[in-house]
């Protein structure tokens, strides 16, 4: 079985070893990238973004006393310098020009107005969808079942991604000087703090 606890540890060891880059979940993509999350999972499954998954699962006793496994919808967290090429590589088809004063959430919106999302069809929708939340392992098994409610740890492993969206409400209401440096912080990204066990944003150099 694996829980919250695993999880967390599963968390800390990937932001060790990828020093920050990888912790963003799906949900967070949005702040580099104008896309829906099923257009994430699409670029999941094709290979084009890295991606992390993880299970919380458990042992239920059906009737009878016959034993399956219970799993619930995966956490799954992504590359942010993946996210930032993607963003890159949206701009250069579309000629779009980058304003360094301007917020992540500003970006991302002039960038969908630009017409740059890559979004899915329905059917490739509900294949990335599919891709995304079950194990392509236990296709057939009659013995795994997935739990429809949401997963018990999604709001328990955001560290990073609300980094991002303090960082930008401290931008918002900081002097154009402070806010500008903030920003530039905020462009290089975050990396694991060890000691302290959480995300911080990388120093200036």
């Known amino acids: ?90 701009k250069r088809r579309v000629g779009f020009v980058d304003d360094p004063d301007e917020s992540l959430f500003k970006e991302s919106e002039r960038l969908l107005q630009a017409g740059g999302g890559d979004e899915p069809t329905e059917r490739e929708a509900r294949e990335a969808l599919e891709f995304a939340e079950r194990d392509p392992k236990d296709k057939g098994k009659r013995k795994v079942k997935y739990q429809k409610e949401r997963s018990t740890i999604y709001e328990d492993y955001k560290q990073q991604d609300m980094l991002y969206l303090l960082t930008e409400l401290k931008a918002a209401m900081a002097s154009p000087e402070k806010a500008a440096a903030l920003r530039r912080r905020l462009r290089k990204g975050v990396e694991w703090d060890k000691e302290n066990k959480t995300w911080k944003l990388k120093e200036e150099k």
């Open 1 to 90: 079985m694996t829980g919250t606890k695993e999880c967390g540890e599963w968390l800390e060891k990937l932001g060790e070893y990828y020093k920050g880059d990888v912790g963003l979940s799906t949900s967070s993509v949005v702040l580099f990238v104008p896309v829906s999350r099923a257009s994430v999972y699409k670029r999941i499954k094709e290979g084009k973004l890295t991606a992390f998954f993880f299970y919380v699962t458990h042992e239920e006793t059906r009737l009878f006393g016959a034993k399956r496994r219970a799993k619930e919808r995966p956490f799954i967290v992504v590359s942010v310098s993946e996210c930032k090429a993607w963003a890159e590589e949206i």
